[in-house]
DNA sequence: CGGGTTTGACCGGCGC
DNA sequence: GCGCCGGTCAAACCCG
């Protein structure tokens, strides 16, 4: 139905919600988690959403989906407006808009990795780049070595959380913070620490509503699961995303804030939690999904959702994603996606 | 001392 | 061409 408009105009993004008080994107209840997951390969990004004042005709809430309150929230004692019918969210993302383009994606980014993991080990491994570097002292930046970077694959999640920073179990190194036009609230940027991996993350919260955070992820991760002890010794056994480690520095027990794929916490606190599975109509469409019914979840990390969610081959995500849709999504659900339907 | 944050400057893309 | 703006760099600083 309408969630077929998407890719036509806003190829990147698809579904969301904000439910925000009063006006918010999407009539998701107040108080709710609010997640969108998409992808943004140049065109308009959640960023552009936000600033406009109501939704682009061809952003469509595709579903509402049960999705566990934020668990900082719960941590904190907010009150999260849960209701009977679970958090209404929406969840949802695409994955590709073009085999070519993602093709390409994927060979700048193998670049771009190694690019990134020598700057961060340069200072003496980078000869090209540091010579040119400390003579010019800094007036010449190391050339680019692609001239034009298509953009990586980018997944944001909305949260409605206090917290600045949600912790994600990976560990995180803060490289900059740039104020943001027409926005109070300042955009972070992120690098994850592990060597070799250049996944990067954006964290700012939406000037329409405050309570939002927008935590975009761009790479996807070259190592498989948090490479923190920290991390990995708070990590469920279940291939759950985060815990409550605190990957940034400074977030500390405040950014108990494993929001996303923090499965054990998700299981507790709603353990019937249906689950939310979205095939993008793209033909290499992806899927995100949150399985609560069983230990496994298929959120364990964004990097293994892009391996395995995002960017499967198109017979393969349609034949895996309709298996879990039929134990996981309810039939009614399952109808009115226009995926199913095709 | 190592690792992370802060913050001003720089760079490049893009629109006008 | 110019200016705006997003993204990044890197020195200084902070903290455990």
């Not at 988690?33 to 952003?59: C, E, K, N, R, W």
């Not at 919260?205 to 920290?230: A, K, L, N, Q």
């Not at 794929?261 to 019937?272: D, I």
């Amino acid at each position: 139905m309408a969630n077929t408009t998407f890719s036509d105009q806003i190829p990147a993004v698809h579904g969301g919600g904000i439910g925000g008080g009063g006006g918010g994107f999407f009539d998701v209840p107040q108080g709710y988690l609010d997640m969108l997951a998409f992808q943004d390969y140049g065109g308009v990004s959640i960023f552009d959403l936000l600033q406009q004042p109501t939704p682009p005709a061809s952003l469509v809430v595709e579903q509402h989906v049960a999705v566990p309150p934020p668990v900082a929230a719960v941590e904190r004692g907010e009150t999260v407006n849960t209701p009977t019918t679970q958090n209404s969210s929406s969840v949802s993302c695409s994955s590709n808009e073009g085999g070519a383009n993602n093709v390409d994606q994927e060979n700048h980014r193998r670049s771009d990795v190694v690019e990134d993991d020598q700057e961060h080990h340069d200072d003496g491994d980078d000869d090209e780049d540091d010579q040119e570097k400390s003579t010019t002292n800094k007036q010449l930046k190391p050339k680019k070595k692609n001239p034009k970077k298509p953009r990586e694959p980018r997944f944001a999640f909305l949260t409605k959380t206090d917290i600045d920073h949600l912790d994600d179990g990976y560990r995180w190194r803060k490289y900059g913070q740039k104020a943001v036009k027409n926005s109070p609230y300042p955009r972070s940027y992120h690098r994850c620490t592990s060597v070799a991996c250049g996944v990067k993350k954006r964290v700012e919260r939406s000037s329409d509503d405050p309570s939002i955070v927008i935590t975009t992820y761009e790479g996807t991760h070259t190592h498989p699961y948090p490479m923190t002890p920290r991390g990995i010794g708070i990590l469920p056994e279940t291939r759950s995303y985060g815990g409550f480690s605190t990957g940034d520095h400074g977030g500390g027990v405040n950014s108990v804030s494993s929001y996303l794929f923090t499965q054990p916490y998700y299981q507790n606190l709603q353990p019937q939690l249906p689950t939310y599975f979205h095939n993008q109509n793209t033909p290499s469409s992806s899927s995100l999904s949150f399985n609560t019914t069983n230990a496994t979840t298929h959120l364990s990390s964004y990097s293994h959702l892009q391996e395995r969610r995002f960017c499967p081959s198109p017979s393969s995500t349609l034949v895996t994603d309709h298996g879990l849709l039929e134990d996981l999504v309810p039939f009614q659900i399952r109808k009115d996606d226009p995926k199913e339907q095709n």
